[in-house]
């Protein structure tokens, strides 16, 4: 009998050693690893190529699957694994828009660089404008100069030079438009910065060595009427959709991205000078309906309170962090600190508890900096 139950017992190890052995464990030890846990790790592969002698569909595809984001850090979920990030719209999502910061402005497109550059070309194409700089790995286009005369024009942008030059008639000389084509603040969307420059105002420089961030255009008004007819051409929809490859490296260039920290914290970057960092920061949070209860610029923080709303479902539907998380229990508000801070172009949004600058939870923080990127404008 004593032989029969050490012969069970060194059975039950036996099998208990082997399934270690073939299971692996948490480290990856093992013959077979175990695979729970490996969409973790998961990543979005290139589009499917097809030869040069198929014929491509003529219909676009009626189901399209959206981009999948990179999921950051997923390691720092032990216990459960992040939710994906919410696909939110918020009512001006689709428009295109021209957005103003004091003395700047600036068109707001909602397509990818890839897409909004060619018809960014055509556009001046059409009204018979020719191009003397094109570098889309910067995102530089430079218009010809132009002599604008005392008669009618039939394209727009020299009929909008004329009427700008005649409520300034100490301008004269030639004209010309120089052109910045950059990645938004949300994914998908494109910015257009424009500058005029006449030639009997300033002396002119080299194409390929003009930086138009913080330069002022001679004519302000030619400016913001470009980028109107811009925004109405492309509204439109005038030109066909295609697809810039050489446009890629526009996209390439981020604006915002969400991150980690040395400790394993979300932050959430922005890559814009410091009065356009903080005056994105005010904006999202007021197109969020987050009330801002006190904020100090010297320091860079904001007291906030984010509503049960935000959490919640309401009759209008389920709140942000609601459809975020998928779990509407608490409907009680939130306060916490947001903090901007950075230099030189890179500037760094963290969630902090109300009453110190602790990080408050990692979940909570990542769902309000995902609120902030996705509100902001």
């Keep these: ?73 997923p390691r720092f979920y032990p216990d459960r694994p992040p939710l ?22 600036w068109l707001v497109i909602p397509e990818p660089p890839t897409t909004a550059w060619p018809k960014l070309k055509q556009f001046m194409a059409e009204n018979g404008v020719a191009l003397t700089f094109d570098a889309p790995q910067s995102g530089r286009l430079n218009t010809q100069w132009m002599q604008i005369q005392d008669s009618s024009y039939r394209d727009v942008i020299r009929t909008l030079l004329k009427d700008a030059k005649g409520s300034d008639p100490l301008i004269t000389g030639q004209d010309r438009f120089l052109i910045k084509v950059e990645q938004g603040l949300r994914a998908a969307t494109t910015e257009v910065h424009v500058r005029h420059e006449n030639d009997s105002v300033s002396l002119p420089v080299r194409d390929e060595i003009i930086v138009i961030d913080g330069l002022s255009s001679h004519l302000a008004s030619a400016e913001d009427d470009l980028l109107n007819e811009i925004g109405a051409y492309i509204a439109a929809k005038v030109s066909e959709q ?34 356009r960092a903080w005056a994105t920061l005010g904006q999202a949070l007021d197109n969020a309906e987050v009330e801002i209860l006190n904020l100090d610029r010297q320091t860079g923080l904001f007291a906030v309170n984010i509503p049960g709303s935000v959490f919640t479902a309401d009759d209008d539907g389920p709140g942000f962090l ?17 903090l901007i801070e950075g230099d030189n172009q890179d500037y760094r949004i963290s969630v902090l508890e109300p009453d110190s600058r602790a990080p408050v939870d990692t979940e909570l923080a990542q769902q309000i900096l995902v609120l902030i990127r996705e509100f902001a404008a």
């Design 1 to 73: 009998m004593a032989t029969w139950k050490c012969s069970i017992l060194m059975l039950i190890s036996i099998i208990m050693a082997g399934c270690s052995w073939f299971g692996g464990d948490d480290d990856g030890e093992g013959f077979l690893l175990n695979p729970k846990d490996d969409y973790l790790e998961a990543v979005q592969h290139n589009e499917l190529v097809l030869p040069d002698d198929l014929k491509p569909l003529e219909d676009a595809d009626p189901f399209p699957i959206p981009e999948t984001p990179k999921q950051l850090n």
């Design 84 to 105: 994906p990030d919410a696909i939110y719209a918020n009512d001006n999502r689709d428009e295109v828009r021209i957005q103003r910061l004091g003395e700047r402005r």
């Design 242 to 275: 295609t697809v810039s490859k050489v446009a890629l490296q526009i996209g390439s260039a981020k604006k915002t991205e969400l991150a980690r920290d040395a400790n394993g914290f979300p932050v959430l970057h922005l890559y814009l000078d410091y009065e």
């Design 322 to 338: 609601c459809r975020l998380t998928f779990s509407c229990a608490d409907d009680e508000a939130v306060d916490v600190q947001i």
